[in-house]
């Protein structure tokens, strides 16, 4: 039984950083790519950032020059550092794995509040 398990979400003020984890427990074979997603009330769930086994990396707009993803295969682990955080970046964030079979790994979510 896979499992993805998120932590690190929670309420900060604008301006400031926080860093989200996703670890894997169970076993996961041929991930090729982890991700970073958000979905703020009344919106679609989109794309923040994602990198590949190759460490290949690729962000949404919004957040380029503010945010860092970045994996630790050994540990199966796969990290957000997001600076500079504004209002807007208010959503439940999700971390998802991809696999050569085709098979699609979600996390429960974790609540990012950017507030004052």
């Known amino acids: 039984q896979v499992q993805l398990v998120e932590s690190g979400g929670g309420l900060v003020q604008p301006g400031g950083s926080l860093r989200l984890s996703c670890a894997a427990s169970?076993?996961?074979?041929?991930?090729?790519?982890m991700g970073w997603y958000r979905q703020a009330p009344g919106k679609q769930r989109e794309l923040v950032a994602s990198?590949?086994?190759?460490?290949?990396?690729n962000y949404q707009d919004s957040v380029k020059g503010r945010f860092t993803i970045s994996r630790d295969g050994a540990k199966n682990t796969v990290y957000l550092q997001m600076n500079s955080l504004k209002p807007e970046d208010t959503a439940v964030y999700y971390c998802?794995?991809?696999?050569?079979?085709?098979?699609?790994?979600w996390g429960q979510g974790t609540q990012v509040t950017v507030s004052s």
């Open positions: 998802k794995y991809s696999t050569l079979i085709h098979v699609d790994y």
């Open positions: 990198i590949t086994s190759g460490s290949g990396t």
């Open positions: 169970g076993s996961i074979f041929s991930i090729y790519a």
